[in-house]
């Protein structure tokens, strides 16, 4: 076992140790942003060819608003809930390949 460094806090090499890349944040980002936009994207769709009490379009069109609405309702819950689960799988693969 080492001496602590004294410039460094408390348990910083402990920290250190297990802390992810940038690389790997940004990957969790890419996959949360594309799953969220995917899954976002396919339940918009579905809905719209459905078309639940005619609210996506009717004899004047498409109504573009419940449609935006829609796609963002899902593009956020989506990607942040893929992203955090990408962190935590990611990180759980690094430590067990550092044991």
């Given at each position: 076992?080492?001496?602590?460094?004294?410039?460094?806090?408390?348990?910083?090499?402990?920290?250190?140790?297990?802390?992810m890349h940038a690389r790997t944040w940004k990957l969790a980002a890419v996959v949360g942003l594309l799953t969220g936009l995917v899954?976002?994207?396919?339940?918009?769709?579905?809905?719209?060819?459905?078309?639940?009490?005619?609210?996506?379009?009717?004899?004047?069109?498409?109504?573009?608003?419940?449609?935006?609405?829609?796609?963002l309702s899902w593009l956020g819950p989506v990607a942040l809930v893929t992203f955090f689960v990408t962190v935590v799988v990611l990180y759980s693969i690094a430590r067990i390949k550092s044991r």
């Open positions: 076992m080492t001496a602590a460094d004294p410039t460094q806090p408390f348990g910083h090499s402990q920290f250190r140790k297990y802390w899954v976002s994207a396919a339940m918009t769709f579905v809905d719209w060819r459905l078309n639940p009490a005619s609210m996506f379009h009717n004899e004047r069109g498409t109504d573009w608003t419940v449609v935006t609405e829609t796609a």
